[in-house]
């Protein structure tokens, strides 16, 4: 595709519910990162995929989070067990290497009721 | 504690008044430094990277500038398309490749 796919687009969760986001990066970037956005925040980092490789995932704020990208392309953020402070957008990016020029989705919107 | 603070919050132009906006940082060691734009709804999209006090970049209407404290974005006479959230995001130096830590952002509106 053109862009970062992501979908959801927006998603409802009730408290202690699981939860899976998918990231359809652009073809060929080996780099993929997943960043939490609330509202009125810039975005935070969660993790970060060298192709197949999780090379950082410091700040998965919880056991509950858990990222994979099992053949180096689409990418999966699953969270365990939905928190209110669980709501959020969660935006992945895609690049060529590294962070220098990261190419972002429109995010999936998450609301924990 | 390395911070991003970026300044003012919230910025009201009219079309063709130029400004800036400011990026502080107090970070142990810069290895680049970000400028992006988001709209509503919208992922950030990516504007500059600097990487050394004294270098600047220019988009059209925008010019990034650096120096060792603080980053400039300059809006020469901004037109109501510019109205949006600006971000901007360092990446350290000897920091994992994918962990930029961004501000939180200043929010354009620019009147016609």
């Known amino acids: 595709g053109a862009g970062v796919s992501q979908s959801p687009r927006y998603k409802v969760a009730k408290r202690g519910q699981d939860v899976a986001l998918r990231c359809d990066p652009i073809?060929?970037?080996?780099?993929l990162f997943w960043y939490q956005q609330a509202l009125g925040q810039g975005p935070e980092f969660l993790t970060y995929?060298?192709?197949?490789?999780?090379?950082?995932k410091s700040g998965l704020p919880s056991d509950r989070f858990f990222a994979e990208r099992p053949e180096g392309s689409v990418s999966t953020l699953k969270i365990q067990r939905t928190q209110q402070e669980d709501s959020a957008v969660y935006l992945c990016a895609s690049s060529l290497g590294g962070a220098e020029k990261l190419f972002f989705g429109s995010g999936t919107q998450l609301s924990v009721l | 504690e390395d911070q991003v603070t970026q300044s003012p919050e919230a910025l009201r132009l009219q079309e063709g008044e130029s400004s800036s906006l400011n990026c502080s940082y107090t970070v142990s060691g810069l290895r680049g430094l970000f400028w992006y734009r988001q709209d509503p709804g919208k992922g950030p999209e990516f504007l500059f990277t600097l990487y050394s006090a004294g270098e600047e970049k220019e988009k059209e209407r925008l010019k990034a500038t650096l120096t060792k404290k603080e980053s400039f974005l300059h809006i020469t006479a901004p037109k109501p398309e510019d109205s949006a959230t600006y971000l901007c995001a360092v990446r350290l130096r000897g920091g994992s490749q994918g962990n930029l830590i961004f501000g939180k952002g200043t929010k354009l509106s620019v009147k016609p």
């Open positions: 995929f060298q192709n197949e490789a999780q090379l950082d």
């Open positions: 073809s060929g970037h080996v780099s």
